[in-house]
């Protein structure tokens, strides 16, 4: 059930593309077709990957990133069919309200949100951001125009324009912003620099992403502790010196405190991720009265 949702999710924001593939008709293209061979390709090597990633234990979005070039294509054939039949003449029906009306309304939403964001974001109303939302407006209203006429040809132009303003947005002016606060390698790499020796660093909590960054800026391995490692080293004294440590919205408590951990240093990745680097120091039993 993970998937029904994180397959639209990653597609956003052309779902209309996306819902017109579980349309039988979709998959029924005329044999002079020149596609007609490769849909039935492209959706089997969507499917097989959806239910592999669906038999595997952990789900994440990006499991799907390799099946995103195949649907691609799917949805691009889907959209060639509806501007096909709209050049032929007018289109009714479910199909004027997917292509002519929805799709459109999504895209100009999509374009001009990220310029918004942007300025909410940073509160700097940057004329390239005005610039952006300007241009991403206009498109955007030119788009539901001409959707609602039912030109898809012309309402596909402004599609196109949306899109564009979408994607420069993001990668020149939303991707730097982001990325200060999402960079994991600085912190792991002064994490490398307070551990001592040359051997694997203790995590708790640990990803798939921890153990391979790790690796990557400072050379030295990962020793993922797990809640119940952690609880049989804490029983019998044998924790760590140095402890790195990685919480999530549902992550594990250690009590890394009570062992006589003292926090060296805290950073947080974004809403789902913090590191907190823990120094422990020995305890000294009271001296006698």
């Given at each position: 059930?993970?998937?029904?949702?994180?397959?639209?999710?990653?597609?956003?924001?052309?779902?209309?593309?996306?819902?017109?593939?579980?349309?039988?008709?979709?998959?029924?293209?005329?044999?002079?077709?020149?596609?007609?061979?490769?849909?039935?390709?492209?959706?089997?090597?969507?499917?097989?990957?959806?239910?592999?990633?669906?038999?595997?234990?952990?789900?994440?979005?990006?499991?799907?990133?390799?099946?995103?070039?195949?649907?691609?294509?799917?949805?691009?054939?889907?959209?060639?069919?509806?501007?096909?039949?709209?050049?032929?003449?007018?289109?009714?029906?479910?199909?004027?309200?997917?292509?002519?009306?929805?799709?459109?309304?999504?895209?100009?939403?999509?374009?001009?949100?990220?310029?918004?964001?942007?300025?909410?974001?940073?509160?700097?109303?940057?004329?390239?951001?005005?610039?952006?939302?300007?241009?991403?407006?206009?498109?955007?209203?030119?788009?539901?125009?001409w959707g609602f006429?039912?030109?898809?040809?012309?309402?596909?132009?402004?599609?196109?324009?949306?899109?564009?303003?979408?994607?420069?947005?993001?990668?020149?002016?939303?991707?730097?912003?982001?990325?200060?606060?999402?960079?994991?390698?600085?912190?792991?790499?002064?994490?490398?620099?307070?551990?001592?020796?040359?051997?694997?660093?203790?995590?708790?909590?640990?990803?798939?992403?921890?153990?391979?960054?790790?690796?990557?800026?400072?050379?030295?391995?990962?020793?993922?502790?797990?809640?119940?490692?952690?609880?049989?080293?804490?029983?019998?004294?044998?924790?760590?010196?140095?402890?790195?440590?990685?919480?999530?919205?549902?992550?594990?408590?250690?009590?890394?405190?009570?062992?006589?951990?003292?926090?060296?240093?805290?950073?947080?990745?974004?809403?789902?991720?913090?590191?907190?680097?823990?120094?422990?120091?020995?305890?000294t039993e009271p001296?006698?009265?």
């Amino acid at each position: 059930y993970y998937y029904l949702h994180a397959l639209p999710m990653a597609v956003l924001p052309w779902l209309m593309p996306l819902l017109a593939l579980c349309r039988p008709i979709f998959w029924k293209a005329p044999r002079e077709n020149p596609s007609a061979r490769l849909r039935p390709y492209l959706g089997a090597s969507v499917l097989g990957g959806v239910l592999l990633l669906s038999a595997a234990t952990t789900k994440r979005e990006t499991y799907l990133l390799p099946l995103l070039p195949p649907l691609a294509l799917l949805m691009a054939l889907a959209m060639e069919d509806a501007l096909t039949d709209a050049a032929r003449g007018p289109i009714g029906g479910a199909d004027r309200w997917l292509w002519g009306r929805l799709q459109p309304i999504l895209l100009s939403i999509w374009g001009l949100a990220l310029p918004v964001a942007l300025i909410l974001y940073t509160r700097s109303p940057r004329p390239v951001y005005f610039a952006m939302g300007a241009i991403a407006l206009a498109a955007g209203i030119a788009g539901v125009a001409w959707g609602f006429q039912g030109n898809l040809a012309k309402a596909w132009e402004a599609h196109r324009v949306s899109a564009a303003i979408l994607c420069l947005t993001a990668l020149a002016l939303a991707v730097p912003l982001v990325e200060p606060q999402k960079a994991m390698a600085p912190f792991v790499r002064w994490v490398g620099e307070q551990v001592p020796g040359q051997g694997s660093i203790p995590a708790l909590g640990a990803d798939e992403t921890l153990c391979g960054i790790i690796p990557f800026v400072t050379w030295r391995g990962v020793q993922a502790l797990s809640a119940q490692e952690w609880s049989t080293l804490a029983r019998s004294g044998q924790v760590p010196a140095w402890v790195l440590e990685q919480a999530g919205e549902r992550s594990d408590t250690y009590g890394l405190g009570s062992l006589g951990y003292v926090l060296a240093r805290e950073q947080r990745f974004g809403p789902g991720r913090t590191m907190r680097l823990w120094k422990r120091f020995p305890q000294t039993e009271p001296s006698p009265p």
